[in-house]
């Protein structure tokens, strides 16, 4: 069975199915989860980094998300400013939050680079997920150590690594290690 979970509101759960368009699963997030349909949807996983489906509505979901995995629900809000500065070249005084950005304003505020303000739709975040911080893929955490990563060499040498979802398997085995750690240090 093919699913994935989103946590939002008073850690409420949704199950939802990733084997259709993005837009799609928005729209009955959006639909099931109680928001208007006037905001932007957006999933991070668990340690806070966005999927950023927005960017992809006609492809399928489950290119992005992995199944049986647990995501967060938030809100992408983007500045009225960075989107008439990139349509018209102008500044504003007043700034105002836009919470649905029109296709032809998405393109314009991902060409330009701007980055959206994220709202996160689970309650209580800080005590549910204590190390939860919201960030898009070119961020790095703030308590990830400056060394460099190495990485597992493919069979074709090609130096790239094997990889799932953008991490090495060496990363992933070593945050699973320190998750049981943490886990047996608590109890």
């Given at each position: 069975m093919v699913f994935a979970t989103v946590r939002y509101g008073q850690d409420q759960y949704i199950l939802i199915?990733?084997?259709?368009?993005?837009?799609n699963l928005l729209d009955d997030m959006r639909r099931r989860c109680g928001q208007t349909p006037t905001i932007c949807l957006d999933l991070t996983d668990q340690t806070g980094l966005v999927i950023d489906l927005d960017a992809h509505k006609t492809e399928y979901a489950d290119k992005y998300l992995k199944?049986?995995?647990?995501?967060?629900?938030?809100?992408?809000?983007?500045?009225?400013?960075?989107?008439?500065?990139?349509e018209f070249g102008s500044s504003t005084a007043d700034l105002a939050l836009v919470r649905t950005p029109s296709p032809a304003q998405s393109i314009r505020s991902t060409r330009s680079q701007e980055k959206p303000k994220y709202n996160v739709l689970l309650?209580?975040?800080?005590?549910?997920?204590?190390?939860?911080?919201?960030?898009?893929?070119?961020?790095?955490?703030?308590?990830?150590?400056?060394?460099?990563?190495?990485?597992?060499?493919?069979?074709d040498g090609s130096g790239r690594g094997k990889s799932r979802g953008g991490r090495t398997m060496k990363s992933v085995a070593h945050a699973i290690s320190a998750r049981k750690r943490l886990k047996a240090s608590a109890h």
């Open positions: 199915n990733p084997q259709c368009t993005v837009i199944t049986h995995e647990t995501y967060v629900l938030v809100e992408k809000q983007v500045l009225e400013e960075d989107l008439l500065n990139s309650d209580n975040i800080r005590e549910l997920l204590p190390d939860y911080r919201v960030r898009r893929s070119n961020e790095k955490r703030k308590d990830a150590s400056s060394r460099p990563t190495s990485r597992v060499s493919d069979e």
